[in-house]
């Protein structure tokens, strides 16, 4: 049986196509994200654990063994690039599949494509080191952020894109979602870090409406199919000027909500990644430098925001997210600034774990790891920075 495993292994890993750097910690990142799919569905987990705690103590200890729209369009488009082109169309193929059968969007499902359990608490246990409370479901599910739509939508331009086909009903469905995101930005969300305070109305996911709208009129103009064509792609530009007038002079900064103020998040580094604004725009070369800067942890480490600018609902803090640091890579990449890049890269991927494995968050102090291990999306970012650096230094357009 172990030589019949490994076999396997060995004969998957042959589709592997990367000439980069950290070639071996992108062949261990790989595999990590093949092991958090569901090889029967298609679905990816954003973890195989629960509860473990950010930080140690704490009661930020959430439940991630579901799958979320979010991780699977970051993490299709990464394997895809590095030859694993099967398992990014097992997993569009679900999402589509759960969206279709939902009837409804929805952040995240389970891994048959059902609705996620309510979330409980365990008194039973105590916990990681006696990090209490335990959970068990995921009260996020019903959340409102309406980044999900532009999530569906850009999955469905890929799974075109890579020779699938868009079926009546299911383009009816989508095109009733980029409707629904035309409007549905303008109302306060939870945000991409689903935050557990009151909702604003924050770039990020406006900006995903924006993607939902742009990757709506691609396929409707593609495939001369029915629908607002024109009138998604005017609102699309319409909504990028917005984001973009979200800029604060005084900080510098694009703003974590599209009233401005200059609050900085790291979620605004995913805006180039998502085509929402080109990296080389003066205002996204300001807002990097300022969230290099304003939420640094230390050591390449970045905080996704400052609780004292932005409360999320929930006490204590948190360890610096690894994901925003690889955002950040691919930010310095696209801005010609590949030395930089390249030594952020090495720092983050030497953090990893003996067995090349990355937990969500780094405590910036002491280096420990933080929250549920191994984390699909710190994972994601491995690949998809190292794609990026291999491309530039090779002259490969992104």
Not at 143 to 169: S, T
Not at 331 to 358: D, F, H, T
Request: charged residues 20%.
């Amino acid at each position: 049986m172990l030589r019949t495993t490994a076999d396997a292994w060995h004969r998957w890993m042959r589709h592997l196509v990367y000439d980069g750097p950290e070639e071996p910690l992108v062949r261990r990142a790989a595999i990590t994200l093949k092991l958090c799919d569901d090889w029967v569905h298609g679905s990816l987990v954003a973890a195989p654990t629960s509860s473990l705690p950010a930080p140690i103590g704490g009661i930020r200890n959430w439940d991630y063994r579901y799958a979320w729209i979010r991780d699977a369009a970051y993490a299709v488009f990464a394997l895809r690039r590095i030859g694993f082109g099967g398992e990014a169309d097992a997993f569009l193929g679900w999402v589509l599949d759960a969206f279709e059968d939902s009837g409804q969007p929805r952040i995240m499902y389970g891994l048959r494509g059902g609705p996620v359990p309510d979330e409980v608490v365990d008194g039973a246990l105590e916990g990681y080191r006696r990090s209490a409370p335990v959970r068990w479901g995921n009260g996020a599910a019903d959340q409102r952020q309406h980044d999900v739509y532009g999530e569906i939508l850009d999955c469905a331009h890929q799974w075109l894109r890579a020779g699938g086909e868009i079926q009546p009903a299911l383009w009816a469905s989508l095109a009733g979602l980029a409707d629904t995101a035309e409007q549905a930005w303008r109302q306060p969300d939870q945000g991409i870090w689903e935050v557990r305070s009151e909702g604003r109305v924050f770039t990020y996911s406006a900006g995903l409406c924006q993607v939902a709208l742009d990757r709506a009129a691609r396929i409707g103009a593609r495939l001369g199919l029915p629908g607002r064509v024109t009138e998604w792609r005017d609102a699309a530009d319409r909504l990028r000027q917005l984001v973009l007038d979200s800029w604060d002079p005084g900080a510098r900064t694009l703003s974590a909500h599209l009233d401005g103020g200059g609050v900085l998040d790291a979620s605004l580094l995913a805006l180039p990644l998502r085509e929402v604004v080109p990296a080389g725009h003066p205002r996204m070369t300001a807002t990097t430098a300022a969230v290099a800067e304003r939420l640094s942890a230390g050591g390449g480490l970045l905080y996704r925001y400052l609780h004292d600018e932005s409360p999320d609902g929930l006490a204590g803090d948190e360890g610096a997210f690894v994901l925003c640091s690889f955002w950040l890579v691919d930010n310095l990449v696209a801005q010609g600034r590949i030395e930089e890049a390249e030594n952020l890269y090495a720092s983050l991927c030497a953090r990893a774990s003996p067995l090349g494995l990355l937990s969500e968050q780094i405590d910036p102090t002491t280096g420990a790891f933080m929250g549920n291990f191994p984390q699909a999306f710190s994972h994601i970012g491995v690949v998809a920075s190292g794609v990026n650096l291999a491309r530039a230094r090779a002259g490969v357009p992104r």
